[in-house]
């Protein structure tokens, strides 16, 4: 398509000239006057020949017009689908088959095995690589986005582009040569590459040395396919693929905090944080002072000043009048990192204070940190004088001196002097002074919308407008910050510096491979075992599942760390500095009631109902003889331990989540909040269209609702943040946290929640043993039961105790629904289709 639009387009072009021209020239020759270029349209030019020439031109001129705007719209359609085609599809796609080349032998497997496994399901192949793929590529970019807004602003702001929004994708991709694209392509491939074998390929190598793989599950896959494998496969790279965007979109800012936190604690052991992190501007010390004018200076400052400014004469008499050498330069100078230069090598020859001053910082509307008001100092003009001082500049305002200059500050005052003057005009130069580091990333900095750096907050990029938080940040530190230092003194720094930077890289490669590690295979360990708590079958297990499972489990201890490190402002030393303060803050309560409370709650949740709930899960799912021993075997004890606390906490989890109603499944399948605002657009359409002017259903509604306000306190739930199971949560959290016996509740701990549940796993555990002794006492029962079997005979009376004591549970709402569908009832057969009428018992009969 390419070629043939060029080739069209040559064409096009080339016959453009010899159109019109020929024939018009060929005539204005024949009249015997000069070629022209302002030929009327209504004077016969072309005659014969040449007219019939000229209108086979016309004909053919607008086919090749049109042949070629439906070419370029054919490239532009083509060079779309083949740069998304290259971004969305064969690069994940390449990187998933990398990544599996890199790990194919701690797998135990080759690549023919692979290849047969895609003969036999290819399109699960492809999307398995695929998802694999895009799965790492999101990873990166997440995790390099983040590290842009941690580190300071001068190291990776300036090299990597930021997101942005694209609210015209396809015009972007079109406008874009594709010189540009196959660019950023390869710089794409390149890095992603790299950063596989770094933190993939290599840790693959090191597990297989060490023989390591055989310990991870990860590497000893385990699935169960309950459909086709073919169906079955994709669908679930689908959710996970789904689950992996959405954790992402929601948890990307504390994969940036983790950096943070990261960075703060390598940078403190190593002294670099003020090299790598943003810091606030805490205050400012004075360096020194000097003059404005030479002839204020002594002469031990005009000596150095010569040595150090090779352009400024040696003869002090020649200065007397001018201004001092420094300020000149400066004034000569326009880039902010030579004007620092310039400042940093002569604080030697400045006037030290006798004592540090210090002065605190006033913020301007924009954020940037200053020592005073004024932006400028204006210095006396030397565009006259005849001295060798000269400012050689045509600007009006060359003699203006800025204030700020990277991290100094430069005031202008009079001062005592200590030559023949006894008040001297000078400058002191200030030096900003670092305060605490910059929480990064800024919430919110990611948004998409109207506003970019300054709005967001996030690090600038290209000529858009500094935030207020990029402002107000120090100036970065910079590694070698000694000028004067001789060559083996800077050697010495380098290296010291080299090798505090392969520290860094070094320990973040090994903790970024055992946290991946950690995390891909902690939740598959805990997921197996949870498995084995419920006692599923090995040939059962399916891995996606357990990792599943291991991650909800995992969930809320990993969030209850996260927040003690984040409560902690010295990394593990304040956690457990915090840890060591929250235990020396315990005080004992004055009465016994409380601590009975406290102690009977967690025996009858951490050990009764879990032992009664493992015996029912035991006996129902695996036999009554294998329970009925298990009093003998502490091994089996503590295995229905374990599934009773981990079934009975995870009913909990999913009551306090609401997990038991169609609010919560509405919200996930329609959105956060949906269900509920649905709910009520149709509360309130019904309402419309219930019609305010019919009394008797406005009596009846006004009725009902009394009637559901006069039970509403009555009423009693498990789930939602006013359920019991959150009130119990409520208070061991406030128990636990602060040591507040207050908070201990007799009500809610143990009325509300323990005995309930206590309550009702005795009676299921009673049904069953009496169903059990009946077995063995009474003949009748003893025959059916060895007909059907024990385990039968016990799974049926432990479905009719449960269906029971639901019943018995659940009389006010079996209750509730039957008056409902009793009026339900009665409204069908006995007032729909008729005419109501309001009953006037004083109205005469007619």
């Known amino acids: 398509i390419f070629l043939l639009k060029a080739i069209v387009t040559v064409a096009t072009r080339s016959r453009e000239p010899a159109a019109t021209p020929r024939g018009a020239r060929e005539n204005e020759r024949l009249r015997g006057r ?55 599809l064969l690069l994940p796609l390449m990187l998933g088959i990398w990544l599996d080349l890199a790990t194919l032998s701690l797998f135990e497997t080759t690549w023919s095995e692979r290849i047969d496994y895609a003969g036999t399901d290819l399109f699960g192949s492809i999307f398995l690589h695929w998802v694999t793929g895009i799965t790492f590529m999101l990873l990166v970019t997440v995790s390099v986005l983040q590290l842009r807004e941690v580190a300071h602003p001068d190291i990776l702001a300036r090299v990597i582009r930021p997101q942005e929004p694209q609210p015209d994708l396809l015009g972007n991709l079109l406008q874009e040569s594709g010189a540009t694209h196959t660019k950023r392509v390869l710089l794409s491939l390149g890095i992603y590459a790299a950063l596989l074998a770094i933190h993939i390929w290599l840790p693959a190598r090191l597990l297989l040395a060490y023989d390591m793989g055989k310990y991870l599950p990860l590497f000893q896959p385990k699935f169960c396919h309950v459909l086709m494998p073919q169906i079955q496969v994709p669908a679930e790279l689908f959710v996970f693929h789904l689950c992996m965007l959405g954790v992402l979109e929601k948890y990307k800012n504390n994969i940036g905090e983790m950096q943070h936190h990261w960075l703060l604690f390598m940078g403190n052991y190593l002294g670099i944080t003020n090299q790598i992190l943003p810091r606030e501007v805490g205050q400012f010390s004075l360096v020194g002072t000097l003059p404005v004018f030479a002839e204020d200076a002594s002469p031990c400052q005009l000596e150095n000043t010569t040595s150090t400014f090779h352009d400024v004469g040696t003869s002090v008499k020649s200065h007397n009048d001018d201004i001092y050498p420094l300020w000149n330069n400066l004034l000569s100078e326009t880039e902010s990192m030579k004007r620092q230069e310039l400042i940093r090598s002569s604080i030697h020859i400045m006037d030290r204070p006798e004592a540090p001053r210090y002065e605190n910082v006033t913020t301007r ?34 003699n203006l001196l800025p204030t700020i200059i990277g991290p100094y500050r430069l005031k202008q005052g009079i001062f005592p002097g200590k030559q023949r003057r006894a008040k001297v005009s000078s400058i002191e130069v200030w030096c900003e002074e670092v305060g605490k580091p910059i929480p990064r990333p800024p919430e919110g900095w990611d948004d998409l919308g109207v506003g970019g750096a300054e709005r967001h907050g996030r690090w600038a990029w290209g000529d858009e407008h500094l935030s207020e938080i990029e402002n107000s940040v120090a100036v970065r530190i910079p590694f070698f910050n000694d000028p004067a230092a001789n060559r083996w003194r800077k050697a010495f720094t380098l290296t010291r510096v080299a090798a505090k930077m392969m520290f860094l890289l070094f320990v973040s490669w090994f903790a970024i491979s055992v946290v991946l590690c950690a995390v891909i ?87 009764v109902c879990p032992v009664e709930l493992g015996f029912l899960h035991s006996s129902f799912f695996l036999g009554v003889r294998h329970s009925s021993d298990w009093y003998a075997h502490t091994h089996t004890l503590l295995v229905n331990w374990g599934t009773g606390t981990l079934l009975l906490n995870s009913w909990a989890f999913m009551c306090y989540f609401q997990m038991f109603t169609k609010k919560f499944w509405a919200d996930i399948v329609m959105g956060d909040g949906q269900g509920d605002a649905n709910n009520e657009n149709q509360d309130n359409e019904g309402a419309r269209q219930g019609g305010m002017d019919n009394p008797a259903r406005n009596a009846v509604r006004e009725n009902e609702a009394h009637r559901n306000d006069t039970n509403e306190s009555t009423n009693f739930t498990w789930q939602g943040e006013d359920g019991a199971i959150a009130r119990v949560i409520d208070s061991i959290q406030a128990f636990a946290l602060g040591w507040e016996w207050d908070k201990v509740d007799k009500q809610s701990l143990l009325q509300d929640c323990a ?44 479905v009719v105790g449960v269906v029971v004591d639901f019943i018995n549970s659940s009389k006010l709402s079996l209750q509730s629904w039957f008056q409902a569908a009793h009026r339900i009832a009665r409204d069908d057969r006995y007032l729909i289709g008729e005419i109501l009428l309001n009953y006037s018992p004083h109205q005469a009969p007619t």
């Open 365 to 398: 509307r924009d954020g940037k940190k200053l020592l005073s008001s004024h932006a400028y100092i204006r210095l006396p003009s030397a565009l006259s004088t005849n001295k060798l001082v000269v400012k050689t500049s045509n600007d009006a305002t060359s």
């Open 34 to 88: 000069a070629p022209r270029d302002d030929v009327r349209d209504d004077v016969p030019l072309l005659v014969g020949r040449d007219r019939e020439e000229a209108d086979i031109d016309e004909d053919n001129e607008p086919i090749g017009k049109r042949f070629l705007g439906f070419l370029e719209c054919a490239g532009a359609i083509a060079k779309v689908v083949i740069l998304l085609f290259i971004k969305m």
């Open 521 to 607: 295979n902690f939740p598959l360990h805990t997921g197996h075992f949870a498995l084995y708590l419920l006692r599923t079958p090995d040939d059962c297990v399916h891995d996606p599942l357990a990792f599943a499972i291991g991650v909800l489990l995992l969930f809320p201890f990993v969030c209850a760390i996260v927040k003690l490190f984040a409560a902690s402002d010295y990394g593990i030393r304040g956690v457990f500095s915090l840890l060591l303060n929250w235990v020396r803050s315990f005080r004992p309560h004055q009465t016994h009631e409380k601590v009975k409370t406290l102690t009977t709650f967690f025996v009858l949740w951490l050990v």
């Open 755 to 798: 005995l309930p549940v206590l309550k009702h796993l005795s009676i299921s555990c009673a049904v069953q043993i009496a169903a059990l002794s009946f077995t063995l006492v009474l003949p009748l029962v003893k025959v059916i039961g060895r007909q059907i079997g024990p385990n039968a005979f016990f799974r049926t009376f432990a």
